[in-house]
C-alpha cells in the first residue's frame, strides 16, 4: 500500500500566481479530506469529500480556494491569486470505506511558501 | 457538535519515566476516539482508537490510552518513554452516533523526552 500520496512536498512561488496542489488517495478509500497546518492556527479542516462528491467546505478560507474531485484517485486544491498568509503546509488525508470508526491516513504534506 | 480539549500545550519527561498525553472530548452521542503522532516533516500518523469495549486500548509503538466516560477523557499513556517517542500528539473524536465524516481534532501537544 503506498498510501496517501501528495504533490509537490515543497512549492515556492510569488504572491498572485496559481496554486495547484495534488493528492492520491488509497485505492478503496471513499472519504478525502484537505486540511492546512499553520503554528498560529494548527490543523484546519478546509474542505471533504465522500464518493468524490464534497460534503462540508465550510473551512475553505475564501473564494480564493477551492477543491475538486473529478475521481476516486485524485484531488486538487487550487489557491488563485496565493497571497503570502497562504504559506502552510496543506495535507491531504483519506478514510476507509463503511463504518465511520476508520482512521485517516494522511500523505506526508504539501509545503506551500507564498513569496 | 463535537470537540476536543489537550489541554497542555507541551508535556517533559525524562527517558524511561512513564509519560500521560491529555485529552477530554465532547459529542452528542457515543465518542469514537483516535491519537495521532506526527514526526517533523512527516504527516499525522495513526496510534490507536477506542470505538467500544475495553476501557484501556493499546497501539503502536507501546502506546495506550484509558477512555473514561464519567469524565470524558482519553489520556495517551506509555510506561516507560524513549528519546523517540519526541513528536507532536493529537487526539481526534468523531461522533459514532451520527454518520459523520469528520473528526474533530485537538490542537496537539509536544512531547519531549530527555535523555
Known amino acids: 500500500d503506498a498510501g496517501v500520496i501528495q504533490s509537490p512536498r515543497h512549492e515556492v512561488t510569488e504572491m498572485g500566481q496559481e496554486v495547484t496542489l495534488r493528492c492520491k488517495p488509497i485505492?478503496?478509500?471513499?472519504?478525502l479530506f484537505w486540511y492546512r497546518q499553520t503554528m498560529m492556527r494548527g490543523l484546519e479542516l478546509l474542505i471533504y469529500?465522500?464518493?468524490?462528491?464534497?460534503?462540508?467546505d465550510s473551512g475553505m478560507p475564501e473564494d480564493r480556494f477551492s477543491a475538486k474531485m473529478p475521481n476516486a484517485s485524485f484531488s486538487t486544491l487550487k489557491i488563485q491569486p496565493s497571497e503570502p498568509r497562504d504559506s502552510a503546509v496543506y495535507f491531504c488525508a483519506s478514510r476507509a470505506v463503511g463504518n465511520s470508526n476508520q482512521p485517516q491516513h494522511f500523505g506526508d504534506g504539501t509545503r506551500l511558501s507564498i513569496l | 457538535a463535537q470537540s476536543v480539549a489537550q489541554p497542555e500545550d507541551q508535556v517533559n519527561v525524562a527517558e524511561g519515566n512513564p509519560l500521560t498525553v491529555k485529552c477530554t472530548y465532547s459529542?452528542?452521542?457515543?465518542?469514537?476516539l483516535f491519537w495521532y503522532v506526527q514526526y517533523p516533516n512527516r504527516g499525522l500518523q495513526f496510534l490507536l482508537k477506542y470505538i467500544t469495549g475495553d476501557n484501556l486500548v493499546k497501539g503502536s509503538y507501546g502506546f495506550e490510552a484509558e477512555f473514561n466516560k464519567s469524565q470524558t477523557s482519553f489520556h495517551l499513556k506509555k510506561p516507560s518513554a524513549l528519546v523517540s517517542d519526541s513528536a507532536l500528539y493529537f487526539c481526534a473524536v468523531r461522533d459514532g452516533g451520527t454518520n459523520a465524516g469528520k473528526s474533530t481534532f485537538g490542537d496537539g501537544t509536544t512531547l519531549t523526552v530527555k535523555p
Open positions: 485505492s478503496g478509500h471513499d472519504y
Open positions: 469529500f465522500n464518493n468524490n462528491v464534497p460534503i462540508d
Open positions: 459529542v452528542s452521542g457515543n465518542p469514537y
